[in-house]
């Protein structure tokens, strides 16, 4: 299993790496990692089916027990069988889709066609089918969510695969804020529960799951994760905008695999946590939100890919309602109805794909009927779009009777009812979308005033070759298999829910189960379905008088833009008052928290002065330094300052001798000599006393931070020699005295240890002293480069503008590049 | 260690910022000046009391004064001294720009503080939302 994941990442990376020269290719080397995968599958699926998953460790940190555990169990087989199984047709079709020939769409799409975005997409999306791979398999919690994040970071590079477009960037940035604040919440959960019950292996997990109000808290986390992925009522926002994205990506990620991982996760839990606290009120409130939300707005939409994608928010609600309750009769209708929809969505998807590319449109409107040409692929849509409605004798078929019959007969839970009524309600939504999918297709939609131009587009549009159609025309023919045969895959789906509920009865599906309830529902589903259909014209009128009446409610989407400008806007102030370029005000920010915060700390450890006075000397001495130091801050003019600066320097010479160290008070001696010397070398260019400028910082806060630091110093150096006495045994110093003489050869121990114990970082005292020496001489010689032609850095900068003028320098900054600023 | 001796570094460091928070690259380099011989202070009281010249043979080994705590410290004003005299260079050559040795505010922040980038961002997706919004209108 390690080898197939690391198969992926390989793949993935050599086909980025290799998109210039391969183009639409790239995908045919992508198909390669699904292949390999579904024919290990074939491998392992007997001895899963028969009840034993196979498993993989990887010993990673032996010593920490941290390991990497994959478990392909029955359940994880049926969603492998999805991710590569739809995975290896994706790449099939997306050869054909970026295909060159493009007659209307190739003003608009070039960027996305160029050979590296199609490379990049490729790898991509085969990066991705590794990471979701890593989703189901995992047997860690950890790893889980390392592999969920994986996804989303995926997922967010192939929405915003096209980069030049705007509306990309902003559905891609709308997708990841969205999952990768869900992301969190579900890393939190995932610590949770992990924590309370003592491991991070599901497998465990589900021998002994653990309970209690922590645990609670935990699920509700999980559950955000789960719903933001899934793209659940308030957060499904991002996936009708993720399909900018080119429709190979629409169809694997958005509909196929990736928004399931959500549904997979709250599939594994609920049977362990369901009963628990408020888990299942929140997903079946969720999901029937969800559910009848993105099946109204489906109804609404003019562009075929949009109305599929809200088509696909509707359904994972539906799912989430089936394998959310932790029942098992329920959680097999939802087992099959995973299949099914894989089946059918990704068809309807590719069909999509393909009007898209023969006629540069997806918009009903502009769809005027194809030529007959056009039959197998209509025929593929018709399958597809009544198996969605759920239409006897195909796939979807099975999985709505299955719901239905489980929430009538067995959904011994609180609100059953009404959860019944919601999917009757959304299916009867579902079928009349799925029918404006078809209609429109035939176009029975178009506006009736087009232009002939848009009439020809359609009738002549050049008919999808094999390889385009292939894919989707298997997969109809899979959704007419199981429709008709749906015994096929009674081991399968037993397997599957068999990992979920152990104790779940042996599975078997039926084409006909007599006329149950479920059939009078299914029926009354279909009447209901055909009525909107034939209505259509009412219904849509009181569904814009409704969204018209609603227009003041704020949408998840509007309220996510308007958080996002919040955010903006909040953090621009803080950075507008934080870093506003002014030197003094960042020093005082820096100093004020290098003191008073250490500060508090000192305190604690204060023990008692020391003794006040030394040696009489000292006074004397302290008193001039204070004098002198207070003068060199306050003397209007520089060579003042620069002499007092000297006089604090020859002071600290003396000081130094009182204290017995004579190497100090002669290095000093000799260094502030020299330090004299330069300032007063500078100090001869520049005018004597300082000029009046407004300074940055009021004079009584910047006596106020300068006592704060004072303070501060104050403290600490009384606490540190409290401190030093406090060390016990013998000292550093008392060995090096003891070693000067008979290892360094050297009376003086200050010199032996600077050239010998502490040699080192003499050495690097050496460098630094050689750098400053370096820029100071560079420094000091620009602008002397005068009779060499050219004019010099001074003159030329003479010729600009005094830089004093910062507002006005932004002024015309923002002015050339034309931009509103709010003030 | 005496408080008298705290004292003084805490004056040093206090008329260092002092100094250290104005526009003036001079005074910016006296300040540091001053800090750095208040370092010096501290590292110099760190070693405990005073003593006698820590050279072997001159003394009883016990009267010595702390040699480490003098080493550190004569790399302190070594260093103190390379740093001031690049300071010392840098104001020369603002002066040689500019015939004044003032430290402007930073042009770039104060740009990035006015920017509109996240204006920007935000507004992209409010478009495509509303664009959503009005094809439903439409449909």
């Known amino acids: 299993m390690f080898v197939l994941l690391a198969l992926h990442l390989v793949v993935g990376t050599a086909a980025i790496a290799s998109g210039r020269q391969l183009g639409r290719w790239a995908f045919a080397l992508a198909a390669s990692a699904p292949a390999a995968t579904l024919i290990w599958l074939l491998t392992q699926a007997g001895d899963v089916v028969d009840g034993s998953p196979a498993v993989a460790r990887f010993e990673w940190v032996d010593q920490l027990g941290l390991a990497l555990d994959l478990v392909l169990d029955g359940f994880a087989l049926l969603m492998v069988s999805i991710v590569s199984g739809i995975g290896l047709l994706i790449c099939v079709y997306a050869i054909a889709y970026f295909a060159p020939h493009d007659p209307a769409g190739d003003d608009t799409e070039t960027e996305a066609h160029h050979p590296r975005a199609v490379g990049r997409l490729a790898g991509m999306m085969t990066l991705f089918a590794g990471a979701m791979l890593g989703i189901v398999l995992s047997d860690h919690l950890i790893a889980l969510f390392v592999f969920w994040e994986l996804t989303s970071i995926t997922s967010y590079l192939l929405i915003g695969n096209d980069d030049t477009n705007p509306r990309a960037r902003a559905a891609a940035l709308q997708a990841i804020l969205i999952t990768g604040m869900g992301g969190l919440a579900l890393l939190a959960g995932l610590i949770i529960i992990g924590q309370a019950g003592g491991t991070y292996r599901i497998t465990e997990l589900v021998a002994d799951p653990p309970t209690g109000s922590i645990v609670n808290a935990g699920l509700i986390c999980v559950l955000v994760g789960a719903f933001t992925k899934s793209a659940q009522a308030p957060f499904s926002s991002w996936l009708p905008g993720a399909m900018v994205a080119p429709t190979p990506v629409s169809a694997y990620l958005h509909s196929a695999t990736m928004v399931k991982a959500g549904v997979y996760l709250v599939a594994r839990f609920a049977p362990l946590f369901a009963i628990a606290g408020s888990w299942r009120v929140l997903v079946l409130t969720v999901g029937s939100a969800t559910m009848l939300i993105g099946g109204l707005r489906a109804l609404r939409q003019t562009d075929l890919k949009l109305l599929l994608a809200y088509g696909t928010v509707s359904q994972l609600g539906f799912m989430m309602l089936l394998l959310g309750t932790g029942l098992d009769h329920i959680a097999l209708a939802g087992v099959v109805l995973l299949l099914a929809h894989a089946a059918f969505k990704a068809t309807l998807f590719m069909i999509v794909g393909i009007i898209d590319h023969e006629t540069g449109t997806r918009d009903v409107r502009r769809l005027h009927g194809f030529g007959p040409r056009w039959r197998v692929t209509q025929f593929c849509a018709v399958i597809a779009a009544a198996s969605m409605a759920g239409v006897p004798l195909l796939f979807g078929f099975i999985s709505k009777e299955l719901a239905l019959e489980g929430y009538l007969e067995h959904g011994d839970v609180t609100g059953a009812a009404v959860v019944l009524i919601v999917i009757v309600a959304a299916s009867v939504l579902t079928f009349a979308y799925s029918a404006r999918f078809v209609l429109g297709m035939f176009g029975v939609l178009a506006a009736p005033d087009a232009d002939p131009t848009d009439i020809a587009l359609t009738r002549d549009a050049h008919a999808p070759g094999w390889l385009f159609l292939a894919p989707a025309a298997s997969l109809t023919a899979l959704t007419l298999a199981f429709g008709l045969v749906p015994q096929s895959l009674d081991q399968f789906v037993d397997a599957a829910l068999g990992a979920l509920h152990p104790s779940a009865e042996t599975v078997h599906l039926h084409l006909w189960n007599g006329f149950t309830g479920a059939f009078v529902l299914s029926s009354i589903v279909i009447l209901g379905g055909v009525l909107l259909t034939v209505f259509r014209r009412p219904v849509a009128a009181a569904q814009r008088s409704g969204a018209a009446a609603l227009r003041f409610v704020p949408t998840a989407d509007r309220s996510f833009n308007a958080l996002l400008r919040w955010t903006g806007v909040t953090a621009r102030r803080v950075t507008a008052t934080v870093q506003n370029g002014s030197l003094p005000i960042y020093v005082s920010v820096i100093v004020l928290v290098a003191t008073v915060v250490p500060l508090i700390a000192f305190v604690g450890d204060f023990d008692g002065f020391p003794q006040l006075v030394e040696s009489p000397v000292h006074v004397a001495l302290v008193g001039a330094m204070v004098g002198a130091a207070l003068a060199a801050s306050i003397v209007r003019r520089r060579i003042a300052g620069a002499l007092m600066l000297g006089a604090v320097g020859y002071l600290m010479a003396g000081l130094y001798v009182t204290q017995g160290a004579p190497d100090l008070a002669l290095t000093q001696f000799a260094i502030e000599t020299l330090s004299t010397v330069l300032f007063v070398l500078v100090l001869r260019h520049l005018p004597s006393s300082w000029s009046h400028r407004a300074p940055a910082i009021a004079a009584p806060m910047r006596v106020g931070v300068s006592l704060a630091v004072g303070a501060t110093i104050f403290v600490f150096a009384l606490v540190a020699s409290g401190a030093r006495d406090n060390v016990a045994g013998p000292q550093q110093s008392e060995v090096m005295i003891d070693s000067s003489l008979p290892k360094g050869k050297g009376h003086n121990v200050v010199n032996v240890i600077l050239v010998d114990f502490r040699g080192w970082d003499t050495l690097g005292e050496i460098t630094v002293l050689l750098v400053a020496a370096a820029g100071a001489v560079s420094l000091a010689r620009t602008g002397r480069r005068r009779g060499d032609g050219g004019p010099t850095l001074e003159e030329l900068l003479d010729e600009l503008e005094p830089a004093t003028d910062v507002d006005g320098a932004v002024d015309r900054e923002l002015d050339d590049l034309d931009v509103e600023v709010p003030r | ?139």
């Open chain 2, 1 to 139: 260690m005496s408080v008298l001796l705290a004292f003084l570094a805490a004056a040093l460091f206090g008329t260092g910022t002092f100094l250290l928070l104005q526009r003036r690259l001079s005074r910016i380099i006296i300040g540091i000046g001053l800090i750095g011989h208040g370092s010096n202070v501290l590292l110099l009281t760190s070693g405990g009391g005073r003593g006698l010249p820590p050279i072997i043979d001159s003394a009883d080994p016990t009267d010595f004064s702390d040699p480490l705590p003098q080493a550190l410290a004569l790399t302190s004003i070594v260093i103190t001294f390379g740093v001031t005299a690049f300071l010392f260079a840098l104001g020369y050559r603002s002066w040689k720009i500019t015939h004044d040795d003032i430290v402007e505010d930073d042009v770039e922040d104060r740009y990035i503080a006015r920017r509109v980038v996240v204006d920007q961002m935000v507004a992209e997706g409010e478009a495509a939302a509303r664009e959503i919004e009005l094809d439903e209108d439409r449909g």
